[in-house]
Every structure is written in structure tokens, then in C-alpha cells.
């Protein structure tokens, strides 16, 4: 068996300030070895993500007592039978453990996983199984086949993404939850093309993540909206308009889009926010929704809007994003990856250096996210898309507030 210490729900729907109710505690644990098709992985950084408060909070009922954590990056230390994984693999873990085998894995949808989304809500690993052990024998249940939130954790391989060892964990965390969320909405989703308007409420690591998608897919317009003016600063310095969060923001984005965006993402899990979303989004539009709202809350729509103005409203659920695809496919270790990375966190990654030298001399075909026009800022500054961008991955990291920060282990 293996020791760590863990974050532990013991109870859910515990008054705020949790630092007075202490709803969590730090527990000593053991882990049983990986069983068949499992991992053990030292988690080397973990980011805090608002769908571990909606389990705290009660709105996401979870059994109990539970590891909590789903956004994590980590190392594989020992691996069961049966897997693909060998010691010494640096990977993201994704929280949804997708089977591969179900009708919606099988169609390319494995955010929809049956299986994983079973498993998921027993608190239990792809398997069924438990690997936490209490000392009074209890065992905790996992979060999300995750449980990021512990030195160590047994995982299915299945929840498993290989990754680039040179990729520092505090920026591959984010790429568990924070990137697939926000850049899968903008990017398969919505579907954001070359020349779109799109507009994005809620600014956190989600929301920043969705805004720099869709710079790199070519949107002409990005308006962020959020109620938090830095939030809104650090946007603009990504490349979008900020827009201020509140009772005017429909109006300010029909004014600066004549009409409505295009596509527009909201990633706050707030109903009304999200009502102010499908305002926002033009006739012929299509409207995204990444956040999770209350379970039975309701929302109100004009319904006729859908057929008479060909309004499309859409659930996002991982970005509808398959992982072991999109998330070496936008790593700033890839050489083709689409997003704005900055120069400083791929040159850390040696094994493109020389597919990016290579290429250097070659044209390479005008994109969005390379073109070499000038853009201004909020600010007025003209500068080019890449120095617009270059603060991409400061702001996913600053956008997710508490971030990815290392929990246990050494990188």
C-alpha cells in the first residue's frame, strides 16, 4: 500500500465560510495497489475548479466521505496489468474515464461515456472499485475517477492522457478541465470560424480558455463579459473587448455586433446569465453552455426564437472534446498546436524545438492565430498576434483564481 495525505469531504451543505465549518479535513489515507487497467500517479500539481465547491456546496450531491480534486497533472509511479502506461509517464488526468467501448465512445463522444459517467456518480473507478483507505477501514470514495486533491491517487488508465515530461504540471493541469472546457465550447461546440463574433460570459480559467480558442479559430470579434473589472482587464489583454458583466451587457453586445454575436459561450453555470447569453446571440446563432447550474433550476426562453429565428442552444459537457486527442493536440509542446502559446513555454519544450526550427524557413500558411497584421488592444496598442497573445497562458493560469498549485510529489 501506499501513504498520502488527502482532502476529504466529510459533509457537503456546510455553511460558508468553510474555513470556520470546515467541511474538509486532511486525511491520512493508504492506497491499494493498481488493479487491472489502473495507475498510481503522484499528482504534481492540482487546480481548484468551481465544480469542487458545487460538491461541497451540496448542489452536486456526491457520496460521502470523498477525495476531492479533478483537474490534476501528475506522474505514473506504478501501473496495473493491462495498461499502456509505464513509470516515469508524465500525464494529465481527465474526469471523465472513458470506456472506449460504449455506443458514445464508439461514436466519438466520450465525454458522454456511459460507463464513465456511472462510475462517476458511485464515486467509484471505471472498475467499480475503491482504492482509499481510512484507518478505521472506511473507504473514501474518488471524485470524478480523480481525486486530484492527495499526494498520491489510483486512477483507470482510461482517465489517463500521456503528455510531454518537459510540460511544466501547474500549465498541464489546466489542460484537465480549464482548456477542454473552454477551448473545446469555442472550438467543436460552437464550431467558431474564421470571421465569427463571439462573445464569452465568465472569465475565469473556463472562460479565458474559450476566449483564446476563439482567437485562434479566427473570430474578428471577441467581447469577454464578467462582473470583475481585472477579469476584464486581463481579457483585453488577450485580445478581446471586455464588456462589463450586469443588467446592460445584452445591449452592449448588440450595439458592438450589430444585432448579436454569432456564437456566444457562457461558462458561469448562472441561469440568468446564461438567458442574458441566448439575448445576446443573433438570429441564425448559436448559443453554448459549459457551466452547471443548480439541479432543477429553471430556464426560461423565448421559445419561438428557436424555430422562427433558427436559434441553436447547445450543452457543452469537456468541451465535447476527446482527450487523448485534444489534449497533446494543444499542448504548447506540439508544434502545430492552434493556441496563442506563449514563445517562452514552447521553447521549455525540447522535443519541438527542432520541428519548429525546421519549419521556421518554410511559408507557412496565413492562419488566424499567425497572422502577422497588426491588432490593438483594449488599451489602443497596436502590437502583432503574437505579442497580443503572448500573455495566453499567464492568463489561464491567473483566470482559474486559485490555479494549479503543487499538492505533492516533485515535477
Not at 159 to 173: C, E, G, K, Q
Not at 213 to 235: F, H, I, M, Q, Y
Request: glycine content about 12%.
Amino acid at each position: 500500500m501506499t501513504a498520502t495525505r488527502a482532502a476529504v469531504l466529510v459533509e457537503s451543505g456546510r455553511p460558508a465560510p468553510y474555513a470556520a465549518s470546515r467541511p474538509l479535513e486532511i486525511a491520512e489515507l493508504r492506497l491499494d495497489p493498481p488493479g487491472h487497467g489502473e495507475l498510481l500517479v503522484r499528482i504534481g500539481a492540482a487546480g481548484l475548479c468551481h465544480s469542487d465547491l458545487s460538491v461541497i456546496n451540496g448542489s452536486r450531491p456526491r457520496p460521502l466521505p470523498m477525495a476531492l480534486g479533478h483537474e490534476a497533472a501528475g506522474e505514473v509511479v506504478e501501473t496495473g496489468p493491462g495498461t499502456e502506461f509505464a513509470p516515469g509517464d508524465h500525464v494529465v488526468l481527465a474526469f471523465v474515464p472513458a470506456c472506449g467501448h460504449c455506443e458514445r465512445c464508439v461514436a466519438g463522444r466520450p465525454a458522454l461515456c456511459g460507463p464513465g459517467a456511472q462510475a462517476n456518480g458511485a464515486g467509484t473507478l471505471l472498475g467499480g472499485g475503491r482504492r482509499f483507505r481510512a484507518p478505521d477501514g472506511t473507504r473514501p470514495h474518488h471524485h470524478l475517477g480523480v481525486s486530484a486533491f492527495s499526494e498520491y491517487t489510483v486512477v483507470s488508465s482510461r482517465s489517463a492522457v500521456r503528455i510531454d515530461r518537459d510540460l511544466p504540471f501547474d500549465v498541464a493541469a489546466l489542460f484537465g478541465c480549464a482548456v477542454l472546457t473552454g477551448a473545446g465550447a469555442a472550438l467543436h461546440s460552437a464550431a467558431v470560424s474564421p470571421g465569427d463574433t463571439v462573445a464569452v460570459f465568465g472569465l475565469g480559467g473556463v472562460g479565458l480558455s474559450a476566449v483564446l480558442a476563439a482567437k485562434a479559430a479566427g473570430a474578428s470579434t471577441v467581447l469577454a463579459v464578467d462582473v470583475v473589472a481585472s477579469k476584464r482587464d486581463l481579457a483585453g489583454r488577450l485580445g478581446a473587448r471586455p464588456v462589463a458583466g450586469g443588467p446592460d451587457a445584452v445591449e452592449a453586445i448588440r450595439d458592438l455586433t450589430s444585432g448579436g454575436a454569432e456564437k456566444v459561450i457562457d461558462t458561469t453555470g448562472v441561469v440568468a446569465v446564461l438567458e442574458q447569453a441566448y439575448a445576446a446571440t443573433r438570429p441564425g446563432g448559436t448559443t453554448v453552455t459549459v457551466g452547471l447550474p443548480a439541479p432543477g433550476a429553471p430556464l426560461t426562453l423565448p421559445a419561438l426564437s428557436l424555430v422562427a429565428e433558427e436559434r441553436t442552444l447547445r450543452g457543452s459537457y469537456l468541451g465535447s472534446c476527446v482527450p487523448r486527442r485534444d489534449v497533446p493536440a494543444s499542448s504548447p509542446c506540439t508544434a502545430t498546436a492552434p493556441f496563442p502559446w506563449t514563445p517562452s513555454s514552447a521553447a521549455a519544450c525540447p522535443s519541438t524545438r527542432s520541428t519548429r526550427a525546421s519549419t521556421a524557413s518554410t511559408p507557412a500558411r496565413p492562419s488566424a492565430s499567425s497572422s502577422p497584421s497588426p491588432e490593438r488592444t483594449a488599451s489602443g496598442e497596436d502590437v502583432s498576434g503574437e505579442e497580443l497573445l503572448e500573455v495566453g497562458l499567464e492568463g489561464l493560469v491567473a483566470g482559474a483564481q486559485i490555479g494549479a498549485r503543487p499538492v505533492g510529489g516533485q515535477q
